[in-house]
């Protein structure tokens, strides 16, 4: 048998540990094929982790007497097992999957592979993770000389046959055989351009028989051979294919994007092909139950007639909105909204569904949870506990949380007049501004630079799926609503415009063209993917109001959530947006980011300079004005509420300008010698300055710098307190290792405030505690809480130290090889390593409170505002976490979450 040209593919993680399981113990027997069809199914919509999400789902609809073509799905074991087995397929599943086209047959009374009644099919990929269009599909399978002679006797219809012909010979030449698509797309664009057609439909069957010759042509001269005649060679070799694609770069891409992790591979469906080109009366759409961008109660369906699924999904036809399905097929068009409302009933949750019209007869080839924006999410939510579908606490679980990071981007400015250029379908919310590039890998370069790009498409791919990840936002001329664009912009939560028919675009040139107007690559535009309009230039954005869906679903996840919920806030501005979103307290506030202010860095750079004790008290008198100041608006903003405040932590070189030009301008600012300040960046420099002189090593060597924060932080709050402003202050010493460091810089605290309450006769209790952030503090920590009066865990750190990892290098770098490779399953700097960091979190909790009875415990590095990280803390029982400002929505409705799972 002719086999296709293998694509190495390395074997997955989730393989790797399963084939190490299997040389131990031998496996037992298993159901490797599912089928479904004729009002049954061997599966049910609880099995995704076997049958993957689309087979699980067309086992459901199939029970439930929904119209589903019979098939068949293989299990995602067996993807597994075909990894283990060296790219080969299992022992026997050969066997097995004839007899499951068996199956098939009898159900439909065709043959596979000939006449008269020939069966064709379509396989598909499907993991339990939705994936969309990041794995293959083969599509028409079964065609060979034989089957288009009988299929065009049976329908007497040579055009649709030799379209689907055209169409197999393209996908199996891709995604089996590995051409290049473009070599067997350019033959057909060249036949259009020579015959004058605009659109694919516009070809006769004339014009396809000969395309398809020439396609064959093409099919040879790629793969040194002819195309396969024998169907079961055909189905064999597109099924490894289909399990194959589980490893390409796309899906690698987005499943490490995405964060989908642990699964064991795709499961395979086999099912018999519908066609939505074979006649007037026949159509293939995509829809969604609800609006997947607003969340409205309406049916949101594309629908393209005489076309097959293909042509949605990747745009290459832009669709019809379904009132031209009311005015072709009432009927059809009454049936597909009974099937909205009973799948809806029956999933609890919008759907998105895609189906094919055969000749007027409805046919439902897959349902799934849809994507939706963070928008749409909380209403769909509300709205479904309001018609009694759902509780409230299953609506929580429904939503996304990373995604509500949607709710708060900017929108543009409505008092602004732009130059509006062209208008398309406004297929995924939300405002983006950036420089035009026309392919994935020019979106790549440009972000790296830290340029903001805007990716203009005839239609995207899941090949683009890294430059797609990259940009703020698509244009695409073609394709709808339901577009590939479209759907994974949703899901991403970037910006979208799709079937933009008015731009020509010239990809070789590098420019697009609206009306004689000529926009090259690197130009900016604008686009609204609310509105669908592109305009030239940068057009003014404003903050977003938040609306009462959000405030509601807010209310229902403080309701629900045991962990409390903090900010990381340096400056009173910042205290008061954590507040507008709902923070319950600072739980860091940054010290350092007060020096680095224009009007304060030269006299920080004063004390680092002087000769004495002396002097850097000098230095210091004139910056704890500035910090009571600092300190008290933090205090006024979070009136009520507990303020934690770092002591100082960098290490000092941070502060000392190291070009020449700086160095003469601060000399002459500060009144030194330019040498004086060269010679402390000398002294200062430390080869790894993470481990070097930083945090209560400073207060150590320079135990004035913390008394004079010890006494601004007490001086303010006691100024507060005469405000009748109830602040709730404490102190915060980082980078203890040893509980003598921390002993020291809290007996040294200690008395700064005293003194300072005895100069004021007012007293104030201001608890001291560290971070633990190193290690061997969180190994010790039974007795670093004899010290502290609360525990912050700093997992940035405690994660650079556990891991030997500094994060500043390996993000971007190797960590990205070591998640890919299956080595971490996700980055760990932005999801704690709940074996390794967990663990060490995990002993000093314990021994802290088992030292210190009741020893209150957070988080408050970025880890903080991530939902899987969040999950942990509140198994771990911490009392709160701490996020920047703008990521404490998450935070409120991941802690929920965490407490209903």
């Given at each position: 048998?002719?086999?296709?040209?293998?694509?190495?593919?390395?074997?997955?993680?989730?393989?790797?540990?399963?084939?190490?399981?299997?040389?131990?113990?031998?496996?037992?027997?298993?159901?490797?094929?599912?089928?479904?069809?004729?009002?049954?199914?061997?599966?049910?919509?609880?099995?995704?982790?076997?049958?993957?999400?689309?087979?699980?789902?067309?086992?459901?609809?199939?029970?439930?007497?929904?119209?589903?073509?019979?098939?068949?799905?293989?299990?995602?074991?067996?993807?597994?097992?075909?990894?283990?087995?060296?790219?080969?397929?299992?022992?026997?599943?050969?066997?097995?999957?004839?007899?499951?086209?068996?199956?098939?047959?009898?159900?439909?009374?065709?043959?596979?592979?000939?006449?008269?009644?020939?069966?064709?099919?379509?396989?598909?990929?499907?993991?339990?993770?939705?994936?969309?269009?990041?794995?293959?599909?083969?599509?028409?399978?079964?065609?060979?000389?034989?089957?288009?002679?009988?299929?065009?006797k049976e329908t007497g219809?040579?055009?649709?046959?030799?379209?689907?012909?055209?169409?197999?010979?393209?996908?199996?030449?891709?995604?089996?055989?590995?051409?290049?698509?473009?070599?067997?797309?350019?033959?057909?664009e060249a036949l259009k351009k020579a015959r004058g057609y605009k659109q694919d439909t516009d070809a006769t069957a004339e014009d396809l028989q000969g395309l398809c010759e020439k396609l064959l042509r093409v099919y040879r001269a790629a793969t040194g051979e002819?195309?396969?005649?024998?169907?079961?060679?055909?189905?064999?070799?597109?099924?490894?294919?289909?399990?194959?694609?589980?490893?390409?770069?796309?899906?690698?891409?987005?499943?490490?994007?995405?964060?989908?992790?642990?699964?064991?591979?795709?499961?395979?469906?086999?099912?018999?092909?519908?066609?939505?080109?074979?006649?007037?009366?026949?159509?293939?759409?995509?829809?969604?139950?609800?609006?997947?961008?607003?969340?409205?109660n309406t049916f949101f369906c594309d629908v393209l007639f005489k076309a097959q699924g293909?042509?949605?999904?990747?745009?290459?036809?832009?669709?019809?909105?379904?009132?031209?399905?009311?005015?072709?097929?009432?009927?059809?068009?009454?049936e597909l909204f009974k099937v909205r409302d009973l799948l809806e009933r029956h999933q609890r949750d919008m759907q998105d569904i895609e189906f094919t019209i055969q000749s007027g007869k409805l046919y439902l080839l897959q349902c799934r949870n849809g994507k939706r924006t963070a928008k749409a999410a909380l209403k769909i939510a509300i709205d479904l506990v309001n018609e009694k579908l759902l509780t409230r606490e299953e609506a929580l679980l429904k939503i996304d949380a990373s995604s509500l990071n949607q709710l708060l981007h900017p929108t543009f400015d409505p008092r602004h007049k732009a130059a509006v250029l062209a208008e398309g379908v406004p297929a995924s919310p939300g405002a983006a501004v950036g420089r035009v590039v026309f392919s994935s890998k020019e979106a790549e370069e440009r972000a790296v630079q830290g340029e903001k790009v805007i990716l203009v498409r005839h239609e995207t791919s899941a090949d683009d799926i890294r430059g797609m990840a990259l940009s703020e936002g698509f244009l695409t001329a073609r394709g709808g609503r339901t577009s590939h664009a479209a759907v994974v912009a949703r899901q991403m939560g970037k910006v979208c415009v799709s079937g933009c028919g008015a731009i020509e675009i010239d990809e070789p040139h590098q420019f697009f063209s609206v009306r004689g107007q000529i926009v090259r690559s690197g130009d900016i535009i604008s686009i609204d993917g609310g509105t669908g309009k592109v305009m030239l230039g940068e057009v003014p954005r404003v903050q977003p109001r938040l609306d009462e869906d959000f405030a509601t679903i807010m209310h229902w996840a403080d309701?629900?959530?045991?962990?409390?919920?903090?900010?990381?806030?340096?400056?009173?501005?910042?205290?008061r947006k954590a507040r507008e979103f709902g923070a319950q307290g600072i739980g860091l506030c940054r010290t350092e980011h007060m020096f680095f202010d224009e009007g304060r860095i030269n006299k920080m750079r004063e004390m680092i300079l002087a000769k004495s004790v002396e002097g850097r008290r000098r230095a210091l008198a004139k910056l704890e004005p500035m910090q009571r100041e600092d300190f008290f608006g933090l205090f006024k903003a979070m009136d009520g509420l507990p303020v934690t405040i770092r002591l100082l932590d960098p290490p000092l070189h941070e502060f000392l300008p190291l070009d020449a030009r700086t160095q003469e301008r601060v000399a002459e600012e500060i009144g030194v010698q330019v040498e004086e300040i060269q010679a402390a960046v000398s002294r200062l420099h430390e080869s790894n300055p993470m481990l070097g002189l930083r945090g209560c090593r400073l207060g150590l060597l320079f135990p004035e710098v913390y008394e004079m924060q010890a006494r601004?932080?007490?001086?303010?709050?006691?100024?507060?307190v005469r405000h009748g402003i109830k602040a709730l202050p404490e102190l915060m010493i980082p980078l203890v290792g040893h509980v003598e460091e921390l002993r020291l810089m809290r007996d040294l605290c200690v008395a700064a405030i005293k003194r300072v309450q005895d100069e004021q006769g007012l007293c104030i209790e201001i608890p001291i505690g560290t971070m633990i952030e190193v290690p061997r503090a969180a190994l010790t920590a039974d007795k670093v809480a004899e010290q502290a009066e609360f525990f912050s865990f700093g997992t940035n750190d405690l994660t650079q130290m556990t891991l030997g990892v500094s994060r500043d290098d390996a993000e971007g770098g190797f960590l990205v090889e070591?998640?890919?490779?299956?080595?971490?399953?996700?980055?760990?700097?932005?999801?704690?390593?709940?074996?390794?960091?967990?663990?060490?979190?995990?002993?000093?909790?314990?021994?802290?409170?088992?030292?210190?009875?009741?020893?209150?415990?957070?988080?408050?590095?970025?880890?903080?505002?991530?939902?899987?990280?969040?999950?942990?803390?509140?198994?771990?029982?911490?009392?709160?976490?701490?996020?920047?400002?703008?990521?404490?929505?998450?935070?409120?409705?991941a802690a929920a979450q965490a407490a209903l799972k």
């Open positions: 048998m002719l086999r296709p040209r293998s694509s190495e593919c390395p074997m997955p993680s989730s393989s790797r540990r399963a084939a190490a399981r299997s040389s131990r113990q031998p496996a037992a027997p298993q159901k490797r094929i599912y089928l479904f069809g004729d009002g049954k199914a061997d599966g049910n919509a609880k099995m995704k982790d076997l049958l993957g999400g689309k087979g699980a789902n067309l086992a459901e609809m199939a029970a439930i007497g929904l119209p589903v073509p019979p098939g068949f799905t293989i299990t995602t074991e067996m993807c597994d097992a075909f990894f283990r087995g060296g790219n080969k397929m299992p022992a026997g599943l050969e066997d097995e999957t004839r007899k499951s086209i068996a199956f098939i047959e009898k159900s439909l009374g065709r043959t596979f592979g000939k006449g008269p009644k020939a069966l064709l099919v379509s396989i598909r990929s499907g993991a339990a993770a939705s994936m969309p269009g990041m794995m293959d599909t083969v599509l028409n399978l079964g065609l060979n000389e034989q089957t288009v002679a009988a299929l065009i219809n040579t055009r649709f046959v030799y379209d689907s012909y055209r169409r197999f010979i393209t996908m199996y030449g891709d995604v089996v055989m590995h051409a290049d698509r473009k070599r067997f797309e350019h033959e057909f002819d195309f396969p005649q024998d169907p079961w060679q055909q189905l064999e070799t597109a099924i490894e294919a289909v399990f194959r694609s589980w490893n390409n770069p796309r899906a690698i891409e987005y499943r490490r994007l995405n964060r989908v992790v642990g699964l064991r591979g795709t499961a395979v469906n086999v099912q018999a092909m519908v066609f939505g080109n074979l006649d007037d009366n026949s159509a293939t759409g995509v829809g969604f139950t609800r609006d997947p961008s607003t969340g409205e293909e042509d949605v999904v990747a745009g290459i036809r832009t669709p019809l909105h379904l009132d031209a399905l009311k005015a072709a097929l009432p009927q059809v068009h009454a309701d629900a959530r045991t962990l409390k919920v903090r900010a990381n806030a340096d400056t009173p501005a910042d205290a601004a932080i007490a001086a303010a709050a006691l100024e507060a070591y998640v890919t490779r299956g080595i971490y399953p996700v980055d760990p700097f932005a999801t704690i390593d709940r074996d390794g960091v967990g663990k060490l979190m995990k002993m000093g909790k314990e021994l802290g409170r088992a030292a210190r009875p009741g020893l209150k415990i957070g988080i408050c590095g970025e880890h903080g505002g991530d939902p899987e990280s969040i999950a942990l803390c509140h198994e771990l029982g911490f009392d709160y976490v701490s996020c920047s400002p703008y990521r404490l929505p998450i935070a409120r409705l």
